[in-house]
């Protein structure tokens, strides 16, 4: 559980970083769309990795 929170914190901080760099060189519709499109799939995959997926 504590590795799944590590996980999506990760990616997401790249994310922030990567979008804020597109952001700084004028790229503002690539850094929009980077950010937009990682929300919904980063929400559905710590939700995935989180949730107790017992049978």
Do not use: C, D
């Not at 929170?5 to 980077?34: D, E, P, Q, W």
């Amino acid at each position: 559980m504590e590795f799944t929170k590590i996980y999506v914190g990760v990616l997401y901080l790249v994310v922030v970083i990567t979008s804020l760099i597109f952001y700084l060189n004028n790229y503002y519709i690539i850094a929009s769309l980077l950010i937009l499109g990682n929300v919904l799939p980063g929400y559905k995959l710590a939700v995935s990795l989180s949730g107790n997926h017992e049978n």
